[in-house]
């Protein structure tokens, strides 16, 4: 039997589910989800190696439509710039909507002659499931999708035939990675610093912008407990007091929850120590921000 291998970007506007997808694919969890937009902001590596397969996925940043901000320019043009490089892209939608976001990303796929495999997301909030009939219908008269699959990315439904799909369309290719590549996420200051950012965008809501960033300042084994340092960074001071909280009670909440996703995840004790900075205007800064990685390629 021939190896197949090849990238697959996800793509769609915020919120349609993208990055539950990509963990639910992977069966492990390397990309943070939270219901607000700029959740992800890098588009995020994840390898999956299913036998004489390997897939690399690549979760993007949802495209925004208020391009005026800098950091919304610097997400779009690292979605769309994705697409290019992948062997197959995996548009989502959800539930039986297309508003116009949706077709922003629509018409972005209608420059290129990208395979395309549209994914309807988030069926299990519908009641009737005749209405993704005429829904299905819709979409197929817009684009020359290779497939159009049905799924709850939540449930767990659907996702095995989505699978397969991806499996058939995939180029024929010797695999590209190590079958234990980026397994190491003890060592990955980047998704260390990504559960940070989660529980601070989960807790937080929609309380501060998301003008706060997450670096890992130490990480190291001492005895039996891995201690890490992180800073959180705001833009303004009014910021810096919101996430603290009364007594530290915010900060104190945000570090155990992703303390205890860590030990879960890295299976070890863990340390977690943070501290919140004031960096007035980051997001503002198109050099600041490509200085952080930001809509840049990570792996996970």
Not at 1 to 9: A, D, E
Not at 123 to 149: C, H, M, W
Not at 183 to 201: D, H, P, Q
């Amino acid at each position: 039997m021939s190896t197949r291998s090849g990238y697959v970007s996800i793509i769609g506007k915020p919120n349609v589910g993208k990055s539950t997808l990509l963990n639910e694919l992977l069966e492990k969890k390397i990309s943070i989800t939270a219901d607000k937009s700029q959740t992800t902001r890098n588009n995020i590596m994840g390898i999956k190696t299913h036998g004489e397969t390997q897939i690399i996925f690549l979760d993007t940043p949802g495209i925004h439509s208020k391009k005026t901000k800098v950091l919304n320019k610097v997400l779009n043009k690292s979605a769309q710039g994705v697409i290019e490089d992948s062997d197959l892209v995996l548009f989502l939608v959800q539930r039986n909507q297309l508003d116009e976001l949706d077709q922003k990303v629509l018409d972005i796929l209608k420059g290129t002659d990208q395979q395309v495999i549209c994914v309807i997301n988030k069926i299990d909030q519908l009641t009737n499931k005749q209405k993704l009939l005429p829904f299905i219908e819709r979409l197929s008269s817009q684009y020359d999708f290779r497939a159009i699959v049905p799924i709850s990315a939540l449930k767990k439904n659907g996702i095995d035939d989505l699978l397969n799909t991806i499996i058939d369309l995939l180029p024929e290719n010797p695999h590209l990675f190590p079958e234990d590549y980026g397994s190491n996420f003890a060592e990955n200051s980047f998704y260390i610093s990504e559960i940070v950012r989660e529980k601070l965008t989960r807790t937080l809501g929609d309380e501060i912008p998301y003008e706060l960033y997450v670096s890992v300042e130490t990480n190291e084994v001492k005895g039996k407990v891995r201690n890490i340092g992180v800073i959180i960074h705001v833009a303004k001071q009014s910021q810096k007091n919101i996430v603290i909280g009364n007594n530290g009670d915010i900060l104190k909440k945000i570090g155990k929850a992703a303390r205890l996703d860590l030990e879960e995840t890295l299976g070890e004790k863990v340390m977690l120590k943070s501290w919140v900075k004031v960096k007035k205007n980051w997001s503002k800064s198109l050099e600041h921000i490509q200085g952080l990685g930001i809509g840049g390629d990570q792996d996970a």
